[in-house]
């Protein structure tokens, strides 16, 4: 009797740990120019418009995009402060449950096509940064698809698959690594395709940037095997046009990437990448 009692309470407390809603720190958000200024070079180095752009509104984050995987089918939301079907309604602790702990103003798990492990990252103000700058854009009302998905696949699965896969954090909440580090891994999140996931779709760390098959077709590698003929002159041009060092121009999602994502970075940032990638092993 008391071993079951034991158990049950220890079911409990695993559950309420798996479940419970992430603690994030009280915090608001700015309405300044230099915050939104700042969340939009943000945005831009995060690649946000690749995704978010909208289908049934261009030249707005309003979403619609599908996005294809072995799990099914996933909709890109709405990130413009539309209240109805947007993110009008968030605040700083909104922002910063989503980017940082992939959980929803409601405290829901979002599924991991939305790379929420490597925004983990983020500084906090960065993510207020991002967020002032969302929420300044003109609103759209745009409802999107629902995921279409396998039965079996359910949001509270995430509670456990979050612990398997693990966020790419720090444990002071600060980066502790250099500017191109933090563009790649976080901000840029370049790991979430480039790298190669097991059948749960959890990233192999141990290979990381080592290349990936996507249902798209195979992604290149990008680590210091793959780039060993590369100087950073070539890296930071292919950051800036996606030509490579044999003449070729990128093809792919990674056109829209060197579109909305690398090529808006200043030359700084785009170098400090360079020196990243060019010293990984």
Not at 4 to 13: C, D, E, N, P, R
Not at 64 to 87: D, H, K, Q, R
Not at 103 to 115: C, H, N, Q, T, V
Not at 209 to 221: M, N, Q, S
């Amino acid at each position: 009797m008391a071993i079951t009692a034991v158990a049950i309470v220890a079911g409990i407390s695993v559950t309420y740990w798996l479940f419970v809603r992430p603690n994030v720190a009280d915090l608001a958000l700015s309405n300044s120019s230099e915050s939104i200024a700042r969340g939009q070079y943000l945005v831009d180095a995060g690649g946000c418009v690749s995704c978010h752009e909208g289908i049934e509104h261009p030249d707005s984050m309003s979403g619609g995009l599908a996005l294809e995987s072995e799990f099914g089918t996933f909709y890109v939301p709405n990130i413009t402060p539309g209240v109805a079907t947007g993110i009008g309604n968030w605040d700083a602790q909104d922002f910063l449950l989503a980017l940082k702990h992939g959980r929803s103003p409601l405290g829901s798990f979002y599924f991991p096509a939305f790379p929420y492990p490597a925004y983990a990252g983020l500084t906090d103000q960065d993510v207020l940064d991002i967020g002032a700058y969302l929420l300044s854009r003109p609103a759209v009302e745009n409802a999107t698809p629902a995921h279409e998905i396998p039965g079996w696949l359910a949001r509270w699965m995430l509670a456990g698959w979050n612990v398997m896969a693990g966020f790419d954090a720090y444990a002071d909440g600060a980066p502790s690594v250099d500017r191109g580090e933090y563009l790649a891994r976080h901000l840029g999140h370049c790991g979430e395709c480039h790298t190669p996931r097991n059948a749960v779709g959890i990233l192999n760390r141990d290979r990381q940037y080592a290349g990936a098959t996507l249902i798209e077709g195979k992604v290149d590698a990008i680590d210091g095997e793959a780039l060993a003929e590369w100087s950073q002159d070539d890296f930071v041009l292919f950051l800036s046009l996606g030509l490579k060092p044999d003449g070729e121009f990128v093809g792919g999602e990674m056109e829209k990437v060197i579109e909305h994502n690398t090529s808006r970075l200043a030359t700084e940032d785009k170098e400090a990448m360079a020196a990243y990638f060019l010293g990984s092993e």
